[in-house]
Nanobody, 126 residues
């Protein structure tokens, strides 16, 4: 069993920044593709970013490209999402996800995900 625990969400003004963290435990974290999804009220779940287990491959959703950066520290079993130039439309619950045996490309299409965190709320005020 894998546990994913997100932190770092909160309230920020438009144009500001936040960094989300996701601490993983329970399996060999370094072998999993990791990523972030988000869901706003009344909207479908949306892919945000994914990173391969090596950290070499990174995918981003079109709406966050150039503003968000995903990274990971396998020694700390942690994945990060640095969010800059935040917009009100970034307001959502952000979920950390893991895909053991899956790829970042699959994750970008919301496939191959084995585990989810409980989510952390990000609210961007205008």
């Amino acid at each position: 069993q894998v546990q994913l625990v997100e932190s770092g969400g909160g309230l920020v003004q438009a144009g500001g920044s936040l960094r989300l963290s996701c601490a993983a435990s329970g399996r060999t974290f370094s072998t999993a593709a990791m990523g972030w999804l988000r869901q706003a009220p009344g909207k479908e779940r949306e892919f945000v970013a994914a990173i391969s287990w090596t950290g070499i491959l990174r995918y981003y959703g079109d709406s966050v490209k150039g503003r968000f950066t995903i990274s990971r520290d396998n020694a700390k079993n942690t994945v990060y999402l640095q969010m800059n130039t935040l917009k009100p439309e970034d307001t959502a619950v952000y979920y950390c996800v893991a895909a053991f045996g899956g790829s970042t490309q699959d994750m970008s299409m919301l496939r191959g995900i084995n585990y989810w965190g409980q989510g952390t709320q990000v609210t961007v005020s205008s």
